[in-house]
């Protein structure tokens, strides 16, 4: 069997193009508040935005001096997410932390 002339195939002469765009970026902060424990600013920061110890500390610091600090940068599903965990995880410990985003 042969190949139809191409005037007769049904995709003749039509080029699909497809254009994927990146997703927004968001930038969610912790917020300084003064009954949050540092300790436990740390433990949400290792537990929910998977910093290691050190950098968790070292962001803490930064929401203690400055009155907030990066987290993390997600798309929007993950960042609301995260954000939702935290306030849970804050809550069930007796505290007030919150988080909030930001589009980068």
Known sequence: MTEPYPEQRDDA??????????PHLYR???????????????QVLVEIFHK???EATAIMLH???QGRGLAGVYERQIAEAK??????K??????PLKC?????
């Open 13 to 22: 002469g039509v080029e699909e193009r497809t254009r994927t765009r990146k």
């Open 28 to 42: 969610v902060y912790l917020l300084n508040d003064d009954y949050t424990t540092m300790d436990f600013v740390v």
């Open 52 to 54: 290691n110890p050190v």
């Open 63 to 65: 929401v203690h001096k």
């Open 83 to 88: 954000i939702a965990a935290a306030h849970t």
């Open 90 to 95: 804050a809550r069930a410990g007796g505290f």
């Open 100 to 104: 909030t985003m930001e589009k980068e």
